[in-house]
C-alpha cells in the first residue's frame, strides 16, 4: 500500500482556509457522517466546504463584525462543525460548551465572554436559557435544528437551513487575520471552581493541525469513529486535523459504540481512559461469562502473553519499571520473550483475534487522553494487539503537548513533546529546575499554549510566567530521553497526618482492576490513613456470592444510601471480599508504599458521571463535588 505524505497547511494564518484546500484534495470523499441523525447525514469535503462559506456568509448578513464572540451551545453532529468553522469563517470568535451543561453554568459562559450574539442545539436549549437570556444583548438567535420558532420579543431567531439560504444569496467578505487573532473561547470545565475562558488563537489550533501527524499517521479515507464532545479541545483538535487529512468521521454515541466499530471498522478512534476501561470491561463480561474451562485456558494465555509484553519493553528499553537494564538483561528479556512468543501467538489465533473483530478489526491506533490510562489496561491492549497511544495535555495547551508514538508506544508514559513544545520539572515550592528522574510540577512552553485566560489579568499571570512556562498544575517526571511520567495533580494530592504526601489516580487505576469495582474515589486529608467510596458491580458480586453458596440479598441500583447501609453490602463476607480486593490490587502496584494502604470504605450505588454532576465531560472525577455530596459517609467512615 503506498503511504501518501501528509497535507501540509503551515503556511496558513487561520483555521478555516483549510477547507477550500481540503475540498480540492479530496472533494467527493465522504467527510462528515452521521448515520443516526433522521434522516441520515453525509457530507463529502466539497459539500462541508459549501456549507461552512454559506454559514459564514450568512453571519456577515447579520452583521457579524470581526473578533464578534459568539456563543456556541450544541454537541456532536455535522451542524456544530459547520458552525464552528462558520463563525471563524465570517470573522467571529466562538464561545463553545455543550448544550446539556447546566442552565447557570451556560448563562454565566454567555454572559462572561460578552457573547453577542447565540448559537444552540435547538428550541428546548434556549428555552432552557429563559426567562434570563432574554435580557441579555443578543443581536440574534440561530438554532441547529429545522424548527420554526416565533421571535422573542425584537431578536430574530433563524433555523439551520434559513441561515444558510442567507448566505447562499450573498458574498462571503473576506476577513483578514493571522496566528495571532484569537479564534475561540473554551471555558474550562474544571473540578473546583467557576470555569475560566481559555483563549485560543489561529495558531494554537494550527499548531495541532500541523503536528498531530507525528501521531496520527492517517491516510486519506481512513475511518474515524467519533464518540466525545466535538466542543471540548482534545475531541475538537483532533477533529480538525483528521479532516485536514481527508478521513472519513463517523458520529457514534455510547449506545451504538459497540455495533458501530464493527459496522464502520474505523481506523482511529480518540478517547478518554472510561471509555477503554468500559470496552475492556465488555470484554471481560464475555470471558466471565465462557464455561469455567475455557476460562482457565483464556487466563492462562492472558498471563504467559503478560510476561511475554513485559519482557519484550526490558528487551525493548521500554520498560518504566526497568530504567538501567544492561546489555546482559536485555539479552535474557529477548530470550524469554522469543520462547514466550509461540504460546503468544497461539493466544492470539484462539483469543485474541475476537477482541479485535469485536473493534472492527481495522484499528490502526486507538489514541487516549484526558487522563491516565490504568496499568491494566495498557497491558491488556498490547497483549490484545490494539494499539493505544497516551497523550498530554490541557485545555489551555489546545491540547496535546506531548504523546507516545507507535514506533515508541512507551507504556506507563504520556510520551515525548511535540515538535515546538518544551517540558520543565520544577520544584513545586522554590521552582527550581529538577533533574530527570525527580518528581516535580509540570510546567509546558510552546506554540500551543493559550493567550491567556479571558478578561482574568490575574489568572493568567498566575498560569502563565513572563518567561512563556504555563502551569500545568500537574505532577511528573521525566525520563532520560524525555518521556514524561504523571504521578498526579497538585491540588488532588492527599496528605496524611503522618504528612506523607499520596496522589490518589495512580491507586484508584489499580483497585478498578478488580471485577467487583466499578469505580473509586480515595479520601484521606488530613486522616491517618486513607479511606474509599466505592461503586461495586453489584453482578460480579452477585455471582462470587452464589459460587459461594451465600445467602445474600444485595440492594437493587437505585436503592437509597439508608437501604444501602442496611444491606447485605456490608456484612462480613462482602467486606472481607473488598478488604482482600483492595490489598492486593493496592500492594501489586509498582511503587507500593505502606501509606497507600485502604483502611475504611463506603460503598456507594450511583455511578460518578456527566449527567450527575459527579465528572467533568472528559469524565474526569469531580473530587471536591463527591467530596461535598457525600460527606456524611466520609465523616462516618473515620468515626468508626
Known amino acids: 500500500m503506498t503511504i501518501s505524505s501528509p497535507v501540509n497547511y503551515k503556511s496558513l494564518q487561520y483555521l478555516p482556509e483549510i477547507w477550500s484546500i481540503a475540498a480540492q484534495k479530496f472533494s467527493q470523499t465522504p467527510a462528515l457522517v452521521a448515520p443516526h441523525l433522521q434522516p441520515q447525514v453525509s457530507l463529502t469535503y466539497q459539500e462541508l466546504y459549501e456549507k461552512i462559506q454559506q454559514f459564514g456568509t450568512g453571519l456577515q448578513t447579520l452583521g457579524v463584525q470581526p473578533q464578534d464572540n459568539i456563543a456556541l451551545f450544541a454537541d456532536n453532529s455535522p451542524r456544530w462543525f459547520i458552525s464552528d468553522q462558520g463563525i471563524m469563517t465570517a470573522g467571529g470568535v466562538d464561545v463553545v460548551r455543550s448544550a446539556t451543561a447546566e442552565k447557570q453554568e451556560l448563562l454565566y459562559i454567555y454572559e462572561d465572554s460578552d457573547s453577542t450574539a447565540l448559537v444552540v442545539e435547538d428550541s428546548k436549549t434556549l428555552d432552557k436559557l429563559r426567562p434570563e437570556i432574554d435580557n441579555f444583548p443578543i443581536k440574534f438567535i440561530i438554532l441547529l435544528s429545522d424548527e420554526t420558532v416565533e421571535n422573542y420579543s425584537t431578536t430574530q431567531v ?50 495541532q493541525v500541523n503536528n498531530l501527524y507525528t501521531i496520527i499517521r492517517c491516510q486519506p479515507g481512513d475511518r474515524v469513529v467519533s464518540i466525545l464532545p466535538s466542543w471540548h479541545v482534545y475531541e475538537r483538535s483532533a477533529e480538525y486535523f483528521l479532516l485536514s487529512q481527508g478521513c472519513s468521521q463517523y458520529y457514534t454515541n455510547l449506545r451504538s459504540l459497540k455495533s458501530d466499530l464493527k459496522k464502520h471498522q474505523p481506523h482511529y478512534m480518540i478517547g478518554v481512559p472510561r471509555l477503554w476501561e468500559s470496552l475492556y470491561e465488555g470484554v471481560q463480561k464475555q470471558f466471565r461469562e465462557q464455561p469455567a474451562s475455557k476460562q482457565k ?31 546482559i538483561e536485555k539479552l535474557l528479556a529477548k530470550i524469554k520473550a522469543i520462547f514466550l512468543a509461540p504460546i503468544h501467538s497461539l493466544g492470539d489465533k484462539i483469543v485474541y483475534h475476537k477482541v479485535r473483530e469485536a473493534v472492527g478489526n481495522t484499528v490502526k491506533s486507538f489514541v487516549s487522553g484526558g487522563g491516565s490510562l490504568a496499568k491494566h489496561l495498557d497491558d491488556f491492549y498490547e497483549i490484545v494487539n490494539i494499539p493505544v497511544l497516551v497523550g498530554y495535555g490541557l485545555t489551555e495547551t489546545a491540547p496535546v503537548t506531548n504523546a507516545r508514538k507507535l514506533e515508541r508506544n512507551f507504556r506507563k ?20 529546575a529538577l533533574p530527570p ?8 512552553r510552546g506554540t500551543q499554549v493559550m493567550q491567556g485566560y479571558y478578561k482574568k489579568p490575574e489568572a493568567t499571570a ?54 467487583y469495582i466499578d469505580q473509586i474515589m480515595l479520601v484521606g486529608q488530613d486522616q491517618r490513613s486513607l479511606g474509599a467510596l466505592i461503586v461495586p458491580n453489584l453482578e ?65 450505588l450511583e455511578p460518578f458521571s456527566k449527567d450527575n454532576g459527579l465528572m467533568t465531560q472528559t469524565l474526569k472525577i469531580k473530587r471536591p463535588v463527591v467530596k461535598e455530596r457525600y460527606q456524611h459517609l466520609i465523616k462516618e467512615m473515620y468515626e468508626s
Not at 528522574?437 to 509546558?444: A, D, K, Y
Not at 504555563?470 to 498526579?488: M, P, R
Not at 506523607?500 to 478488580?514: K, L, T
Open 462 to 515: 498566575k498560569a502563565i510566567d513572563p518567561e512563556g512556562w504555563f502551569n500545568s498544575g500537574d505532577l511528573g517526571w521525566v525520563t532520560a530521553n524525555n518521556d514524561l511520567v504523571l504521578t498526579g495533580r497538585a491540588k488532588d494530592t492527599i496528605v496524611l497526618t503522618n504528612g506523607e504526601n499520596v496522589e490518589p489516580q495512580p491507586i484508584e487505576d489499580a483497585c478498578v482492576r478488580s471485577t
Open 540 to 604: 460480579t458480586l452477585q455471582q462470587w456470592s452464589a459460587t459461594q453458596k451465600l445467602d445474600l440479598t444485595l440492594p437493587s441500583p437505585d436503592a437509597s444510601l439508608e437501604t444501602v447501609a442496611n444491606s447485605d453490602l456490608y456484612s462480613k463476607p462482602i467486606r472481607d471480599l473488598f478488604r482482600q480486593e483492595l490489598k492486593r490490587e493496592v500492594q501489586n502496584r509498582p511503587g507500593y508504599s505502606p501509606n497507600d494502604r485502604i483502611g475504611e470504605f463506603r460503598f456507594i
Open 437 to 444: 528522574g525527580q518528581i516535580g510540577l509540570v510546567l509546558i
Open 413 to 432: 508514559t504520556a510520551g515525548q513533546p511535540l515538535p515546538e513544545t518544551e517540558i520543565k520539572i520544577v520544584d513545586p515550592t522554590t521552582r527550581e
Open 297 to 327: 485456558l483464556i487466563n492462562w494465555f492472558f498471563n504467559i502473553s503478560e510476561q511475554y509484553i513485559k519482557a519484550n519493553r526490558i528487551a525493548l528499553g521500554l520498560s518504566l519499571e526497568h530504567p538501567k537494564v544492561s546489555a
Open 158 to 207: 433563524y433555523n439551520f437551513n434559513q441561515l444558510l439560504e442567507l448566505g447562499a444569496g450573498a458574498t462571503l467578505n473576506p476577513v483578514i487575520r493571522d496566528k495571532n487573532t484569537l479564534a475561540t473561547l473554551i471555558y474550562t470545565s474544571g473540578t473546583t471552581g467557576k470555569p475560566k475562558g481559555a483563549m485560543l488563537s489561529h495558531g494554537n489550533l494550527l499548531h
